[in-house]
């Protein structure tokens, strides 16, 4: 199976899709687009009561930042399957059941283990030798101690051109591959779709493995993500910036350089994780859900604060002060710490399956994973139905705004099960803020994190959670026809294929049957 680009959590994405209208095709006229205007004010009286008064606490003194500094700082960056991983589901059933919010875990499956221990490497010849810090790409190859030795090879930016001057070379080499510093989404974009092509190149050239120049700042590693998987996937990996520029001016000089990696990786067949779902079960409609989520793990350099802790605090503290205060709307709503999402979208994908006898039920399944920017809007679908409802919602937070709706699919986060078992489903976009060069990065942290925009933020989803929650428009579950549809009218389908996630909706793996 191919699922090594099944990397995701993909805010980026999101944000680069965004930032380039061309890959998106809004539906209705651009004027249509903007939420708000008249006739959008809360239903009741009391509706407008409640949600007041929710707003208001979460905007108060909450445990929130708290929250974000334990996940973010005590139990660390939190790959699915690691131990960190194991301590914030713990950490999370603990927040929800202190809060008085009932909570369970929910298993899931896995479909494989990948880890890094760690990750070294020596570059010598000639008289030189030196240790660039380096990270392994997910799911690259291991390459145990005493690690892979071969020669490093000048491969440019990774064109055809290059792998044409290196010629029968590249056999057996690790090519280094040069990256022009990232500035911003579009480069971050730009390097995504870059990869997939370098890396075909060096499967079909036998080389033993990439090794990409950090785009970021000097000596700053992240975990990008390799965009090919499959049996014979490469040792693959970046070195930071100064260390990767040392060693390619070297090779410009004409100097003959190896490079022995050293990657202690820990990979392993299927495994179980868990999801954390907590839950207020509705008053009048408590067999109807609505589902507000944010994912809980994250990729390990960081600490994962932007992507995507400050969104999980801000889930947990919503259930905390409608618990607090009361509240209770009249449709179940389950606020969902997903798992597995970098990794492949697993934990939302594994939550459809085990719940899917109540997915006619589902509302809408909301999620949160952009970072810490202030919310400015919403990609909801290709669901037009929906549209007044989310108007209607924002009003207690209009001042926040303006909030714009982009009504198209989106893949890369944890809406996409839902979307394609044809549960109505919207993704909260942020502003930039400093998502971009923090992104799964071992800069990933709370200082980089505005904690009062956080809390706008929650303002934001509790208000929309509600709308949601309370609202007497109706919409139905989308049929596999209108599913099938919706990808043809849009860019989906491409989206789907550059997420390696088309042939599982071919074979039935994932969406509605
Ligand atoms: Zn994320």
């Known amino acids: 199976m191919v699922l090594l680009s099944r990397f995701v959590c993909t805010g980026c994405l999101l944000l680069a899709l965004l930032s380039s209208p061309g890959t998106l095709r809004a539906q209705g006229p ?36 708290r929250d974000l500094r ?21 950490w999370a059933l603990e927040r929800f059941r202190q809060a008085g919010v009932s909570a369970r875990e929910e298993a899931f499956e896995m479909p494989q283990l990948w880890l ?23 799911f690259s190859n291991p390459a145990p101690s005493p690690g892979v030795t071969a020669p490093l090879l000048d491969c440019g930016p ?62 700053l590693l992240y975990r990008h993500n390799a965009s090919l998987r499959d049996q014979d996937a490469k040792v693959m990996l970046v070195m930071d910036r100064g260390a990767a520029r040392r060693a390619m001016d070297l090779l410009r000089l004409g100097k003959e350089l190896s490079i022995q990696v050293t990657l202690d990786l820990e990979t392993g067949p299927a495994y179980t994780s868990h999801n954390v779902i907590g839950e207020i079960t509705g008053s009048t409609k408590p067999h109807e859900v609505v589902v507000v989520g944010a994912h809980l793990d994250s990729w390990d350099l960081g600490t994962g604060a932007l992507d995507n802790g400050a969104n999980v605090a801000l889930v947990i ?79 207690p937070v209009r001042g926040l705004g303006p909030f714009v709706t982009l009504d198209v699919p989106i893949v890369g986060t944890d809406n996409f099960d839902f979307m394609m078992e044809g549960v109505a489903n919207l993704v909260g976009n942020h502003e930039s803020a400093e998502y971009g060069p923090n992104y799964h990065a071992q ?56 997420f390696s996630v088309w042939n599982d909706w071919l074979d039935g793996t994932r969406g509605r049957r």
């Open 30 to 65: 651009a004027s249509d687009a903007k939420v708000g205007g008249a006739g959008t004010e809360p239903r009741t009286d009391d509706d407008g009561a409640e949600v007041g008064r929710l707003i208001a606490a979460l905007l108060g003194d909450t445990p929130l930042e």
């Open 158 to 219: 990774g064109g055809e051109e290059d792998f044409e001057r290196l010629g029968d070379r590249t056999a057996g080499a690790f090519l280094l591959v040069e990256t022009v510093p990232l500035l911003d989404i579009e480069g971050l974009f730009r390097e995504y779709g870059e990869a997939f092509e370098i890396e075909r190149r060096a499967l079909a050239a036998g080389a033993a493995g990439v090794v990409y120049m950090s785009s970021r700042a000097e000596g």
């Open 116 to 138: 890094e221990n760690s990750a070294t490497a020596r570059i010598r010849g000639q008289g030189i030798e030196f240790t660039p810090g380096i990270a392994a790409m997910p």
């Open 443 to 498: 800069s990933d942290r709370i200082e980089h994190c505005d904690l009062r925009t956080v809390r706008l933020n929650a303002a934001i989803v509790a208000a929309v959670t509600w709308g949601f929650a309370q609202t007497d428009a109706v919409w139905t579950r989308q049929t596999r026809a209108e599913v099938e549809e919706l990808i043809r009218s849009t860019d989906l389908e491409q989206q789907m294929r550059s």
């Open 317 to 395: 503290d919503i259930a905390r002060q409608m618990t607090r205060l009361g509240i209770r709307p009249q449709r179940t709503v389950r606020f969902a710490l997903w798992n597995g999402e970098e990794q492949g979208l697993w934990g939302s994908r594994g939550y459809t399956r085990t719940h899917a006898a109540e997915l006619d039920d589902h509302v809408v399944a909301m999620s949160f994973d952009i970072g810490c920017g202030l919310i400015n809007g919403f990609f909801t679908g290709g669901r037009p139905e929906i549209l007044p409802t989310l108007e209607a919602s924002l009003a």
């Open 70 to 90: 334990q996940l973010t700082r005590e139990i660390g960056g939190r790959a699915t399957g690691s131990e960190a991983n194991r301590r914030s589901v713990e």
